[in-house]
């Protein structure tokens, strides 16, 4: 009985005739150019232009030798980036423009060259308690602070819906950062090296804010006043850096108004500093642009810093801006445990 010869595995792309396909016509043209040379009787002579012609001739050959040379590794990086970016938006996605009445825009900067996605954090999404939203910054920055970002982002998707408390959500990311550290090295570094700190808003139907802080500054609120900080309540410290307590502290930090915008941003946004050492001026740029769209207003944002820090940015940073624009409040969804218990389904 005949049996069929195991195929070998083709490398990553494509197969290897394939990607030497571009040197064929550049090495044929050199070959070319060397039978020329030492066959052809004008090549022989010892002229100004016979030297010239064969000058060109080569350097035309080297020319395209390195062209034919670079088409395909150029081919390879672009797909490359195609999947690099693909999955950025996958960990980092865009927010909705509207979330459960709310108009929300939310935007990053890398230090990374060619990276949308580093160190910081976002998410923001609809559930039975109203819209939930992290912001979060993981210690260091750019592509090696992919790996906590992940799974912070990862379990808060999932715990903002099925946990009654902001509390409880903070218990979950703890576990998922400490299971990432875990799964990243035999040997972890010590806690005070690898830590995360995060900011959680809960923003009901009555526009009722509760805050959990772990480290993290606190949003500003936009209103006809101005740019405010949302005061009070304890900020603990950073997650990995302390157990957190079995019952973490949340804050009332009272109500979002018509009108009124949060502003959700990482420490990269006020650390931020000129080439004479001065700091971004954050809430002064806010406090100038309490009417501007959300959208409009993570731009205004990220232009003024990139031109404050000359394009040189220390850190990264994250912003997130959450409008109320006259929603109405409505009965509150019953929780998912209680549909989950009456068979009921869980929007």
């Known amino acids: 009985m005949l049996r069929s010869r195991p195929r070998t595995p083709e490398p990553y792309g494509r197969p290897r005739r394939r990607r030497l396909g571009p040197l064929l016509p550049p090495v044929l043209w050199g070959a070319a150019a060397v039978l020329w040379q030492l066959t052809s009787p004008l090549a022989r002579r010892d002229g100004a232009a016979a030297r010239s012609l064969t000058a060109g001739v080569f350097c035309a050959g080297g020319v395209l030798l390195v062209l034919g040379a670079r088409r395909g590794p150029l081919k390879e990086l672009h797909r490359a980036r195609e999947v690099a970016r693909a999955a950025q938006q996958v960990l980092l996605r865009p927010l909705p423009p509207r979330l459960d009445g709310l108009t929300v825009a939310a935007g990053q900067l890398s230090v990374s060259e060619g990276a949308a996605v580093g160190g910081d954090l976002y998410e923001a999404v609809a559930t039975p308690y109203g819209v939930r939203c992290v912001i979060g910054d993981v210690r260091g920055h750019g592509i090696g602070a992919l790996g906590a970002v992940a799974a912070v982002l990862g379990s808060f998707r999932e715990a903002a819906h099925d946990e009654p408390d902001l509390g409880g959500v903070l218990h979950r990311l703890e576990r998922a950062h400490a299971r990432q550290l875990r799964e990243r090295t035999a040997h972890p570094a010590p806690a005070a090296e690898e830590f995360v700190t995060v900011l959680l808003l809960e923003i009901r139907r009555d526009g009722t804010l509760l805050l959990a802080s772990c480290g993290h500054p606190l949003p500003y609120r936009l209103g006809p006043e101005g740019a405010r900080r949302l005061t009070g309540g304890e900020v603990l410290p950073p997650l990995g850096v302390f157990p957190l307590p079995a019952e973490p502290p949340v804050h009332e930090a009272g109500t979002l108004r018509p009108g009124e915008a949060l502003v959700l941003h990482t420490d990269g946004a006020e650390d931020a500093r000129d080439a004479a050492g001065r700091f971004f001026g954050l ?28 394009g ?25 445990r209680a549909r989950s218990a009456a068979r009921l389904p869980c929007p």
């Open 283 to 310: 809430a002064e740029l806010l406090a100038d642009s309490a009417r501007t769209a959300p959208a409009a207003l993570v731009r205004r944002v990220h232009t003024a810093l990139l031109r404050h820090t000359g």
């Open 312 to 336: 040189r940015l220390a850190d990264d940073v994250a912003l997130m801006v959450v409008r109320d624009d006259g929603r109405r409040p409505g009965p509150r969804p019953e929780p998912c």
